[in-house]
C-alpha cells in the first residue's frame, strides 16, 4: 500500500522541478519560454513603425573597420554598470552597419523560417544561434573586438569568451519576454558574464526594446521566488514584488546604432512587440576566460552543449566554440 502511494506522488508533476537536461532544440526552447510572461495587455493595437531611415549602406571594409574600433568607456560609466548591473550606449554602432546587420539577419531568418519576419508575422519569437559559424560577416559582428573590449572592460576582467551569439526576433504582435536574469540560463560558473544587445533597428518602446530593473542587487529582492516551468505565476509575481518595492526599470528607446550591455545578475524584461516591424537583435554573451560549467546545469540552460561542444558540467569552458573575443 505504502509502496503504491509512493509511486502515485512520483508521478505527480513538480512545476519547480527544473533538473533535467533541454532535450528540445533553442528555437523550441524559445517557444515554451515566452509562454511563462504574463500578458495581459492582448487588446493593445498594432501601429506602424517608422520606416527604416534610408541611408547610404558601408562595404564590407568599412563596416569590419568599424568592428575593430575601440570604444573609449569612462570609469563612471563602468560605476554605473556596477552598480546597476546594465549600461545603455550609444553610437556603438554608425547607422549604416546596423542596417547592414539587419539585412543580413532577416535574409538568414528568411532562410531558416521561410517567412519573411517582417510581412508574414505570426506572433512568434523567433531565435536563431551560432550564426558566426557560417558567415564571414556576421563572424565579425559576433565576434568584434569592439564588443569584446566593451564588455571586458565592464567586468573589469583581462580576458573574455563567447558563450553564443543568438538573433532574437521578435515578431509583430509578439507577446512578453518574461522577467529573469540569465545566471538562471547560463551554465556557467562565474558572475564575469555579460550580454551585448545590439538591436538592428531603430527600437521604439512599442516595439518592445530590453528593459533592466535596477539597481543591481534586486535581484536580492526576488531570490526566493521558486522558478516554475508552466503557467506565468514566476513572471507576474517578479512585477508583484518590484512593483511592492518601487524598483527602479529603464524601459527606454534604443536609436540606431546604440547598444545595451547586461550583467547575468540583472533583472530584465521586454515588452509586446506592437509595431508592425520584427524587432530584430542580435545578443551576444562573453564571459571571463577561465570560467568554469556549473556542475549540474537545468532544461533552463536549453541546448548549451551546442554552445561547447565536448565540455562537460565542471569542466573550463573554452571549446573551439568559445574564442578569445578581447583581447585580440
Ligand atoms: O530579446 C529579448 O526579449 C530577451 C533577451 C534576453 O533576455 C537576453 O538577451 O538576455
Ligand atoms: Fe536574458
Known amino acids: ?23 528540445k532544440d533553442n528555437q523550441a526552447w524559445w517557444d515554451w519560454y515566452v509562454t511563462l510572461a504574463d500578458n495581459n495587455d492582448k487588446k493593445q493595437k498594432i501601429i506602424n513603425a517608422n520606416p527604416l531611415p534610408n541611408i547610404a549602406i558601408p562595404n564590407d571594409d568599412e563596416v569590419l573597420s568599424e568592428l575593430n574600433e575601440p570604444y573609449d568607456l569612462t570609469n ?47 506572433d512568434r519569437f523567433l531565435s536563431l544561434e551560432m550564426i558566426w559559424l557560417n558567415n564571414s560577416l556576421l563572424r565579425a559582428y559576433v565576434l568584434s573586438p569592439r564588443l569584446g573590449q566593451i564588455s571586458a572592460n565592464l567586468l573589469e576582467v583581462p580576458a573574455v569568451r563567447l558563450y553564443h551569439d543568438n538573433v532574437l526576433a521578435k515578431q509583430s504582435g509578439c507577446g ?58 514566476y513572471d507576474r509575481e517578479i512585477t ?49 576566460d577561465g570560467a568554469r560549467v556549473v556542475n549540474s546545469p537545468t532544461m533552463v540552460s536549453g541546448d548549451w552543449q551546442k554552445f561547447m561542444p565536448n565540455v562537460n558540467p565542471g ?5 573551439p566554440l568559445n574564442p578569445i573575443c578581447w583581447p585580440v
Open 1 to 23: 500500500m505504502i509502496k503504491s502511494n509512493n509511486n502515485l506522488n512520483s508521478k505527480i508533476f513538480d512545476a519547480s522541478d527544473i533538473s533535467k537536461p533541454w532535450d
Open 76 to 122: 563612471d560609466q563602468i560605476k554605473f554598470f556596477k552598480k546597476n548591473g546594465f549600461i545603455k550606449l550609444k553610437k556603438v554602432f554608425s547607422p549604416g552597419t546596423v542596417l547592414k546587420l539587419r539585412a543580413k539577419l532577416i535574409s538568414l531568418l528568411k532562410y531558416h523560417f521561410k517567412v519573411d519576419p517582417d510581412k508574414e508575422a505570426n
Open 176 to 233: 512578453r519576454t518574461p522577467w529573469h536574469f540569465d545566471d538562471h540560463h547560463f551554465p556557467l560558473d562565474t558572475n564575469d558574464v555579460v550580454t551585448a544587445w545590439v538591436p538592428a533597428q531603430p527600437t521604439p518602446i512599442e516595439m518592445g526594446p530590453l528593459s533592466f530593473a535596477y539597481p543591481l542587487d534586486v535581484h536580492k529582492l526576488v531570490n526566493s521566488v521558486s522558478f516554475e516551468k508552466t503557467g506565468t505565476r
Open 240 to 288: 508583484n514584488i518590484f512593483s511592492k518595492n518601487k524598483v527602479s526599470i529603464n524601459e527606454t528607446p534604443f536609436e540606431l546604432g546604440e547598444v545595451s550591455f547586461h550583467h547575468n545578475l540583472s533583472f530584465h524584461t521586454a515588452s509586446r512587440n506592437r509595431t508592425n516591424l520584427s524587432r530584430v537583435v542580435l545578443a551576444n554573451t562573453y564571459y571571463r
Open 315 to 319: 569542466d573550463i569552458a573554452a571549446s
